[in-house]
Every structure is written in C-alpha cells, then in structure tokens.
C-alpha cells in the first residue's frame, strides 16, 4: 500500500535538447539578445 503518492516525472534532456534545435531549426548565429539588433534584422 503506497501512502506518499506524489507524481514523479523524469525528463530526458540530453536527448531533449537535440531534438528541440532541430524542430525549431535553432542555431547560434540565429540569437538575438538586443532588441535593438532585433529591430534591424
């Protein structure tokens, strides 16, 4: 008989991370961390 029932979730982010850059199609030169570069482009 379990008593502690709490919800346990295990993420796998090795794996999560290389699937999001391809999803997204994400990459370094695409970064943006002014906004105004952001207005430029």
Not at 11 to 38: G, H, V, W
């Amino acid at each position: 008989r379990l008593e502690n029932k709490h919800l346990v979730i295990d993420l796998d982010f090795a794996s999560l991370y290389s699937n999001l850059i391809m999803t997204y199609n994400l990459s370094l030169d695409k970064i943006i961390l002014s906004q105004e570069r952001a207005k430029q482009s």
